[in-house]
């Protein structure tokens, strides 16, 4: 987590296809060996974020998501960010929670490793999160990255459990 660009910078492409053939083989395949670029790791993940057939942040909420993120009282924002992954399939919800308290972590070691909110936003959005149609890809950018953004600042209101 302190290493400088974790998630920013691209692993090697053999690296990077040693890892994905190791998952596709065994699901417990293990990254802990020292040689393995910590890069290549990223990039293994972020590729099989982008290859979902359907996002991590579904077609179906993508654009609430988005409507959410342009909402500028954040307090606001947040529970209209809550209200919209509450849509998602528990298996996407449950993998984004996951995913967005391992990106705080990040966040928090961000004096060494350079990775902002912002910069993690910019790297994430596009790999979470895509328009079903690609004529938005471009238009949308700048409105995945707030709510990506916003999503890892506002991660404990908006992935707040309640009691039943």
Same mark, same amino acid.
């Given at each position: 987590?302190?290493?400088? %660009?974790?998630?920013?910078?691209? %692993? %090697?492409? %053999? ?88 990106? +705080? ?56 459990? +309640?009691?039943?």
């Amino acid at each position: 987590m302190t290493v400088e %660009g974790i998630y920013r910078k691209s %692993g %090697g492409s %053999g690296q990077v296809n040693s890892v994905r053939d190791g998952f596709q083989k065994d699901m417990e395949y293990d990254i802990s060996d020292e040689d393995l670029d910590i890069h290549a790791i990223t990039s293994a993940l972020k590729q099989y974020f982008r290859r979902l057939p359907n996002p991590l942040i579904t077609y179906e909420v993508y654009d609430a998501l988005l409507e959410a993120g342009q909402i500028a009282d954040l307090e606001k924002r947040a529970l209209q960010m809550r209200e919209a992954i509450n849509d998602l399939p528990k298996a996407h919800f449950d993998c984004l929670e996951f995913l967005v308290f391992h990106l +705080t972590r990040v966040m928090d070691k961000q004096g060494t490793n350079l990775m902002t909110p912002l910069n993690l936003a910019v790297v994430f959005a596009p790999t979470i999160m895509r328009p079903q149609s690609i004529e938005r890809e471009m238009s949308d950018m700048q409105g995945q990255r707030i709510a990506v953004q916003s999503l890892l600042e506002q991660s404990k209101i908006i992935f707040e459990r +309640t009691a039943p």
